[in-house]
């Protein structure tokens, strides 16, 4: 298995619906990301330069996911893993995002997996 790196459902708000009375106020979505890093935990030498810095990306996908508004949590996991892979040391992604929307459930969520 490889090393991973995992933000585990961190809350954002956005607007994201298809029928716009669902857009017209920010929902929350929970995201989960998994990332693999491109160089292993072993050669770190304890260097934060050296590895993918959780903090940095918890706010990029905070501000990713307010930029603007989108009809479908598939876009925005998509654009998430695109931003990842391309602005951080990955040789992979998986996102997930619940949100809360249908009654008797606790919620729907879509995963996707990308690689370099």
Known sequence: MPDTIEIRRLEVRTRIGVPDDERAEPQR?????????????????????RTVDYHAVALQITSLAAAKPRRLIETLATEIAGHLLGHHPLGRVRVTIEKRILPDTDCVAVSLERHR
């Open 29 to 49: 979505l929970w995201i989960s990301v998994e990332m693999t890093p491109s160089q292993g935990f072993d050669g770190l030498a304890d260097d934060i330069a």
